[in-house]
């Protein structure tokens, strides 16, 4: 084989030589700021309680200082807000002054997530069950180190509170890099599964030159369904942005090859981005766009002032972000497990001075031009450098080189084949990384079958819908009584509701087989619970001979032998577990606990705030031992109480009390807190009525209790305490478990209430009972007929019991005097269209402004058929053709003050039909829809926009040809 020498071209950017150093700048930071407000005190019911939504945002914008932490070197800069999520606001190619990744410049927050409050742009973490998590709005725990390899760390971390999960960001910059990483730590320290739902959504800027980089072969959608990439059906090649120009919101799950990167290069500026992590940790890859229509892109005005659009580049722990038909897929949702801690690695890279992008690996970017093979080394690079071409012949390369620096190896008219580092292969072009996936579900599988039924019951339980996973486990059950994982997977979910009847279930599944060590687990944790250290011993011992569940085992009999007060046992129980397994979090805090009064107490303390200095039982003990109260200063969150309470009850679960005590004491104030300090106080045989007294006149508004260990505390609170205030707490926690019934009979227990909201979430318990329902909003209203959320809720009720008069007085009376409520405006446009105020419900909606959630369009289809109905309306009263056809026009259009943009797709066939009949074309037959109702009365009643529409065709032709 032929070698040959070529000269190196050494394109090394200005900006490396000022790489030498890095920084990290906290500050308060001025941002215009868009706010939010306004938190709910309704029930939270669905998949995120016990967090609230909040309801307000703010039209105009106001100079507000958010805490920011700049980090830089002479490459890159980043920062980070955690008070909105701990997200990475933005990251800026420093030479370019380029932001590789969106910076938003205004603070905007609009009703985008599911608790509403929501801004566009950065990295923004996503850990616990669905996109845009309860935390991305509100502040996170947060601390900064310098590194002893004199790297920057800003760890940002935060309970999830919906599956009792703490998840721990550390973002990390060094001075000679033009990336920074991002190291995640996701852990589950609860005995139950929870659903295992990680995505980092990251913000980039929206142009007509940005190429996404996508290795792939296909995309699949929410629901599993498969379609080929990049090439679309109708020609496009959807790796450009310009040519998304189609169709609604873009959301691409692009997979079909094992690549460990995706990123976006802007051909203008000449700058490129790279997420680089092991497939196997990050096989999730999407591509999100809003709709290059007004459909889309009226949202670049509603979330930002002068930034311009964006897109979304997301990598995730599995391929796509399940939608609820996924399960119909071969992508169903998974778990995570019991005492699981999950951690991967992310880097986020620029790269600038190539002109186009081959291939991208951990050290940098490779692009082969036409005369040239060129290298962007993301870090200083020594050494060899060797490319093979398709003849075999060899180009090679000494280099010592800085980096965000481009080299350059001379012509090749051959196609390079590989390219090696240091002899280290990077780049192999035989190598296609296209896999075999299938793609599609198994049409011969039987949903139907026992096995079907499992699978969807055990997708439910991911979904955290646990009456729907029982219902289904329930039939499951009836058709095989004797199924074990049914039966234990039924028992899981009826511990976390409180049901004596998990313990009937788990001696079934025990009696069948006795070495289950899933059913072993849950016995020995149900015994435990109840203080029976007996059989928990028994049921933990069996577990921990399965390998499936050795890790729970072992740790809880780690955790009963330090009960029993056996604590060399527990020392080496604890020991063993962390030769497994040695990220078990409980064995790790155990060791610190049993370390204390000894030598290498503070080494053991010290090295886990090491490992994560925003550990909470660490930051415990430095205070409980050290009395260094570094938990103030760390838990800064939106609900630090929380944080407090769980890790209190960890003391708890030893039987140390007075720690326990301790912790709360210095816990912020708050209602469910002080009930746990109360609880714990008469553990440790200290005074607690006050305590309990005090807790009796807090707000409990926002308190919605929702562990499991919550049964046991309002049960002794109910015993020592005659307030009715207790049954509502312990209403709220049934209901949130889907004991409906339960919660039925505490809420009537609990009386009558002064507070109105109290009402509200009667009557959304009630929802089936109209007279139940109907009494509770009247209740409301009367105690407080100037808030809007019964006032929106009373004239709801009304509309959908056809008391539209009454309705519209209540709602026209209240929007007067708030007439810059667009929530209740909304409402105001629905009461006048029920009382065929067409007209005037089409004017009314042209001058009015609304802030949209995302995908909202039920205000513009209210314009739209308002107009069509006005249109009749002038119709049949023989009005002038013009009038008619303004109203028909008018139909078509997208009020932007509306919230919702005019789409590509846009459908003219229902006003073309109405302009036919309108000016005599030969149109002798109805609309071929047949909406099925003759009155405006189940008109109000339908749900399906084409029933609806058919009804006004109908109308329409009636009468337009009356007359013939």
Same mark, same amino acid.
């Given at each position: 084989?032929?070698?040959?020498?070529?000269?190196?071209?050494?394109?090394?950017?200005?900006?490396?030589?000022?790489?030498?150093?890095?920084?990290?700048?906290?500050?308060?930071?001025?941002?215009?700021?868009?706010?939010?407000?306004?938190?709910?005190?309704?029930?939270?019911?669905?998949?995120?309680?016990?967090?609230?939504?909040?309801?307000?945002?703010?039209?105009?914008?106001?100079?507000?200082?958010?805490?920011?932490?700049?980090?830089?070197?002479?490459?890159?800069?980043?920062?980070?807000?955690?008070?909105?999520?701990?997200?990475?606001?933005?990251?800026?190619?420093?030479?370019?002054?380029?932001?590789?990744?969106?910076?938003?410049?205004?603070?905007?927050?609009?009703?985008?997530?599911?608790?509403?409050?929501?801004?566009?742009?950065?990295?923004?973490?996503?850990?616990?069950?669905?996109?845009?998590?309860?935390?991305?709005?509100?502040?996170?725990?947060?601390?900064?180190?310098?590194?002893?390899?004199?790297?920057?760390?800003?760890?940002?971390?935060?309970?999830?509170?919906?599956?009792?999960?703490?998840?721990?960001?550390?973002?990390?910059?060094?001075?000679?890099?033009?990336?920074?990483?991002?190291?995640?730590?996701?852990?589950?320290?609860?005995?139950?599964?929870?659903?295992?739902?990680?995505?980092?959504?990251?913000?980039?800027?929206?142009?007509?030159?940005?190429?996404?980089?996508?290795?792939?072969?296909?995309?699949?959608?929410?629901?599993?369904?498969?379609?080929?990439?990049?090439?679309?059906?109708?020609?496009?090649?959807?790796?450009?942005?310009?040519?998304?120009?189609?169709?609604?919101?873009?959301?691409?799950?692009?997979?079909?090859?094992?690549?460990?990167?995706?990123?976006?290069?802007?051909?203008?500026?000449?700058?490129?981005?790279?997420?680089?992590?092991?497939?196997?940790?990050?096989?999730?890859?999407?591509?999100?766009?809003?709709?290059?229509?007004?459909?889309?892109?009226?949202?670049?005005?509603?979330?930002?002032?002068?930034?311009?659009?964006?897109?979304?580049?997301?990598?995730?722990?599995?391929?796509?972000?399940?939608?609820?038909?996924?399960?119909?897929?071969?992508?169903?949702?998974?778990?995570?497990?019991?005492?699981?801690?999950?951690?991967?690695?992310?880097?986020?890279?620029?790269?600038?001075?190539?002109?186009?992008?081959?291939?991208?690996?951990?050290?940098?970017?490779?692009?082969?031009?036409?005369?040239?093979?060129?290298?962007?080394?993301?870090?200083?690079?020594?050494?060899?450098?060797?490319?093979?071409?398709?003849?075999?012949?060899?180009?090679?390369? *000494? +280099?010592?080189? $800085?980096?965000?620096?481009?080299? %350059?190896?001379?012509? =090749? !008219?051959?196609?390079? #084949?590989?390219?090696?580092?240091?002899?280290?292969?990077?780049?192999?072009?035989?190598?296609?990384?296209?896999?075999?996936?299938?793609?599609?579900?198994?049409?011969?599988?039987?949903?139907?079958?026992?096995?079907?039924?499992?699978?969807?019951?055990?997708?439910?339980?991911?979904?955290?819908?646990?009456?729907?996973?029982?219902?289904?486990?329930?039939?499951?059950?009836?058709?095989?009584?004797?199924?074990?994982?049914?039966?234990?997977?039924?028992?899981?979910?009826?511990?976390?509701?409180?049901?004596?009847?998990?313990?009937?279930?788990?001696?079934?599944?025990?009696?069948?087989?006795?070495?289950?060590?899933?059913?072993?687990?849950?016995?020995?944790?149900?015994?435990?619970?109840?203080?029976?250290?007996? *059989? +928990?011993?028994? $049921?933990?011992?069996?577990?921990? %001979?399965?390998?499936? =569940? !050795?890790?729970?085992? #072992?740790?809880?009999?780690?955790?009963?032998?330090?009960?029993?007060?056996?604590?060399?046992?527990?020392?080496?129980?604890?020991?063993?577990?962390?030769?497994?397994?040695?990220?078990?979090?409980?064995?790790?805090?155990?060791?610190?606990?049993?370390?204390?009064?000894?030598?290498?107490?503070?080494?053991?303390?010290?090295?886990?705030?090491?490992?994560?200095?925003?550990?909470?039982?660490?930051?415990?003990?430095?205070?409980?031992?050290?009395?260094?109260?570094?938990?103030?200063?760390?838990?800064?969150?939106?609900?630090?109480?929380?944080?407090?309470?769980?890790?209190?009850?960890?003391?708890?679960?030893?039987?140390?009390?007075?720690?326990?005590?301790?912790?709360?004491?210095?816990?912020?104030?708050?209602?469910?807190?002080?009930?746990?300090?109360?609880?714990?106080?008469?553990?440790?045989?200290?005074?607690?009525?006050?305590?309990?007294?005090?807790?009796?006149?807090?707000?409990?508004?926002?308190?919605?209790?929702?562990?499991?260990?919550?049964?046991?505390?309002?049960?002794?609170?109910?015993?020592?305490?005659?307030?009715?205030?207790?049954?509502?707490?312990?209403?709220?926690?049934?209901?949130?478990?889907?004991?409906?019934?339960?919660?039925?009979?505490?809420?009537?227990?609990?009386?009558?209430?002064?507070?109105?909201?109290?009402?509200?979430?009667?009557?959304?318990?009630?929802?089936?009972?109209?007279?139940?329902?109907?009494?509770?909003?009247?209740?409301?209203?009367?105690?407080?007929?100037?808030?809007?959320?019964?006032?929106?809720?009373?004239?709801?009720?009304?509309?959908?019991?056809?008391?539209?008069?009454?309705?519209?007085?209540?709602?026209?009376?209240?929007?007067?005097?708030?007439?810059?409520?667009?929530?209740?405006?909304?409402?105001?446009?629905?009461?006048?269209?029920?009382?065929?105020?067409?007209?005037?419900?089409?004017?009314?909606?042209?001058?009015?402004?609304?802030?949209?959630?995302?995908?909202?369009?039920?205000?513009?289809?209210?314009?739209?058929?308002?107009?069509?109905?006005?249109?009749?309306?002038?119709?049949?009263?023989?009005?002038?053709?013009?009038?008619?056809?303004?109203?028909?026009?008018?139909?078509?259009?997208?009020?932007?003050?509306?919230?919702?943009?005019?789409?590509?797709?846009?459908?003219?066939?229902?006003?073309?039909?109405?302009?036919?009949?309108?000016?005599?074309?030969?149109?002798?037959?109805?609309?071929?829809?047949?909406?099925?109702?003759?009155?405006?009365?189940?008109?109000?009643?339908?749900?399906?926009?084409?029933?609806?529409?058919?009804?006004?065709?109908?109308?329409?032709?009636?009468?337009?040809?009356?007359?013939?």
């Amino acid at each position: 084989m032929q070698r040959l020498t070529f000269f190196l071209l050494f394109l090394c950017h200005v900006m490396s030589l000022t790489s030498q150093s890095v920084t990290m700048t906290p500050k308060d930071q001025p941002f215009v700021t868009y706010g939010f407000s306004d938190p709910s005190p309704v029930m939270p019911l669905g998949r995120f309680y016990p967090y609230h939504r909040f309801d307000g945002f703010s039209m105009q914008g106001e100079s507000k200082n958010w805490k920011a932490i700049d980090m830089e070197n002479g490459l890159i800069q980043l920062r980070i807000l955690p008070e909105i999520g701990g997200k990475i606001w933005g990251a800026f190619h420093k030479k370019s002054g380029f932001p590789f990744i969106y910076h938003n410049d205004v603070v905007k927050f609009r009703d985008v997530a599911a608790r509403g409050p929501w801004t566009s742009g950065g990295v923004e973490f996503n850990f616990g069950d669905y996109g845009h998590a309860p935390s991305c709005a509100t502040p996170v725990d947060y601390t900064l180190r310098t590194n002893a390899d004199s790297s920057i760390s800003c760890f940002l971390g935060a309970y999830d509170w919906s599956s009792r999960t703490h998840w721990t960001v550390e973002v990390q910059l060094s001075a000679k890099q033009t990336f920074f990483t991002s190291r995640s730590t996701w852990a589950n320290n609860t005995p139950f599964a929870v659903s295992n739902y990680q995505w980092m959504n990251a913000g980039f800027r929206a142009s007509d030159d940005l190429q996404f980089l996508y290795p792939g072969t296909e995309y699949i959608d929410h629901d599993g369904k498969p379609f080929s990439w990049p090439m679309h059906e109708n020609g496009k090649n959807l790796e450009y942005y310009r040519e998304n120009n189609f169709g609604g919101y873009k959301s691409y799950h692009v997979l079909g090859k094992s690549t460990d990167y995706f990123g976006g290069y802007w051909k203008n500026p000449d700058v490129g981005f790279i997420h680089y992590s092991p497939y196997y940790q990050k096989m999730g890859k999407k591509l999100w766009i809003w709709g290059l229509s007004r459909q889309g892109m009226i949202w670049e005005n509603l979330l930002t002032d002068k930034n311009g659009q964006y897109v979304e580049l997301q990598s995730g722990r599995f391929f796509n972000q399940a939608g609820p038909a996924s399960i119909q897929s071969p992508f169903k949702y998974n778990l995570l497990m019991p005492l699981q801690t999950d951690a991967w690695d992310e880097k986020w890279m620029t790269f600038s001075g190539l002109h186009g992008h081959s291939h991208a690996f951990d050290q940098g970017v490779l692009y082969f031009s036409k005369d040239s093979v060129r290298i962007f080394f993301h870090q200083p690079f020594s050494g060899s450098i060797k490319c093979v071409d398709s003849l075999g012949i060899s180009f090679s390369a *000494n +280099a010592n080189v $800085g980096a965000g620096t481009v080299t %350059s190896l001379g012509a =090749t !008219k051959n196609p390079v #084949l590989k390219v090696f580092l240091n002899h280290e292969l990077v780049y192999d072009q035989s190598d296609s990384k296209i896999v075999q996936r299938p793609l599609e579900n198994d049409r011969s599988f039987a949903w139907d079958s026992e096995y079907g039924r499992y699978l969807k019951a055990r997708s439910l339980f991911a979904q955290r819908d646990m009456p729907g996973a029982a219902a289904v486990l329930d039939t499951l059950l009836k058709i095989n009584p004797n199924h074990v994982d049914a039966l234990v997977l039924l028992a899981s979910v009826q511990i976390q509701q409180n049901l004596p009847e998990a313990k009937t279930l788990l001696r079934k599944a025990l009696s069948i087989n006795t070495y289950d060590g899933w059913a072993n687990f849950y016995w020995g944790y149900l015994h435990f619970s109840e203080g029976d250290f007996t *059989n +928990a011993e028994d $049921g933990f011992s069996v577990a921990a %001979s399965q390998q499936e =569940t !050795k890790q729970l085992a #072992l740790n809880y009999l780690a955790l009963t032998a330090f009960r029993l007060g056996f604590h060399g046992k527990a020392e080496n129980i604890a020991k063993e577990c962390l030769s497994f397994f040695p990220k078990t979090a409980d064995c790790q805090s155990l060791m610190l606990v049993l370390a204390r009064g000894k030598a290498d107490h503070k080494s053991r303390l010290d090295q886990q705030l090491k490992e994560n200095p925003l550990d909470p039982i660490a930051l415990a003990e430095q205070w409980l031992v050290y009395k260094n109260n570094q938990l103030q200063k760390v838990w800064v969150n939106e609900m630090p109480h929380q944080n407090y309470i769980e890790t209190a009850l960890w003391y708890a679960r030893l039987g140390l009390w007075k720690e326990a005590v301790t912790i709360l004491e210095i816990a912020p104030e708050n209602l469910m807190s002080s009930l746990w300090l109360a609880y714990f106080q008469k553990k440790t045989g200290a005074e607690f009525q006050t305590t309990l007294q005090k807790a009796a006149y807090m707000d409990n508004q926002l308190a919605f209790p929702f562990r499991t260990e919550e049964f046991a505390l309002l049960g002794w609170v109910d015993q020592v305490s005659d307030l009715p205030l207790w049954d509502y707490l312990l209403a709220k926690l049934q209901w949130s478990k889907g004991l409906t019934d339960q919660a039925k009979q505490s809420f009537l227990r609990t009386g009558h209430s002064s507070d109105a909201h109290f009402y509200l979430n009667k009557a959304l318990l009630w929802k089936g009972s109209k007279d139940s329902v109907h009494a509770s909003l009247e209740t409301a209203f009367r105690l407080e007929p100037d808030n809007w959320r019964v006032v929106k809720a009373w004239t709801q009720f009304l509309l959908r019991n056809q008391l539209s008069e009454e309705a519209l007085e209540v709602i026209s009376h209240f929007q007067k005097s708030h007439p810059a409520n667009y929530i209740t405006g909304q409402v105001l446009a629905e009461a006048m269209f029920a009382n065929r105020q067409f007209r005037k419900t089409a004017d009314y909606l042209l001058t009015f402004q609304s802030l949209p959630n995302e995908g909202a369009s039920g205000l513009q289809q209210l314009f739209r058929e308002a107009c069509l109905f006005a249109a009749l309306e002038n119709l049949k009263s023989k009005g002038k053709k013009s009038e008619t056809k303004k109203y028909i026009s008018l139909a078509d259009t997208y009020p932007e003050n509306l919230g919702s943009g005019k789409p590509y797709d846009h459908d003219f066939s229902l006003t073309t039909y109405l302009n036919q009949l309108l000016y005599g074309a030969d149109t002798t037959s109805p609309w071929p829809a047949s909406s099925g109702i003759s009155s405006f009365s189940e008109y109000s009643f339908l749900t399906e926009v084409k029933s609806r529409e058919a009804f006004i065709a109908n109308q329409f032709y009636q009468a337009a040809t009356s007359g013939k």
